[in-house]
């Protein structure tokens, strides 16, 4: 699964650590987001970080240590943002566009909330989405284990949404100007 972007979602030291408690293998999950971003970035692709803005009191209200981002560089693109959905009301549509991608792919937390809703809104705008399994995650809801909660939200993009089981399936090639 080729992509031309990667959409790092919310990899948030709040939301890793959780409130309660963790997002499920937080660390691990930390792991395979960073291996992906590494091969984003060797290959040349724009890499772009969400990052959420939460509430005052919230794990990730900004400039707090929960708000902080895990595994961005200073030169790459980091857009701040108040929606579950990464491209309601920020420049991420118009970066991409202007980029020229065609085709994403979409790591990050949570699965069910801010993977899923800009995973939606990439198809709904006519752009590719690649999700791989490994590279998402969320916490436990109720009594349903966050392994099940992340597959659900996969499966409810519906079939637009090219998954795969593993980072290690994506490959990264720069858009065609």
Not at 25 to 35: H, I, M, N, P, Q
Not at 76 to 86: N, P, S, W, Y
Not at 148 to 164: N, P, Q, T, Y
Request: glycine residues 10%.
């Amino acid at each position: 699964m080729i992509a031309e972007a990667l959409v790092v979602v919310d990899m948030q030291r709040g939301f890793l650590a959780g409130g309660a408690e963790p997002v499920a293998d937080a660390a691990g999950l930390a792991t395979r987001v960073g291996a992906l971003v590494e091969r984003a970035r060797r290959a040349g692709v724009p890499v772009i970080h969400l990052q959420n803005d939460g509430a005052p009191g919230a794990v990730d209200e900004p400039f707090t240590p929960g708000w902080e981002l895990l595994v961005n560089e200073p030169a790459e693109t980091v857009i701040r943002k108040t929606e579950d959905d990464g491209f309601a009301g920020t420049p991420l549509g118009e970066l991409l566009e202007g980029l020229g991608v065609r085709r994403i792919a979409v790591c990050g937390v949570l699965s069910e909330m801010c993977v899923s809703a800009t995973a939606r809104t990439a198809l709904a705008r006519g752009l590719g989405v690649v999700l791989p399994h490994d590279t998402h995650g969320t916490y436990p809801l109720a009594e349903i284990p966050a392994d099940v909660v992340s597959r659900v939200a996969e499966h409810a993009l519906g079939d637009e949404v090219e998954l795969v089981p593993s980072a290690t399936a994506v490959t990264f090639a720069p858009a065609e100007a």
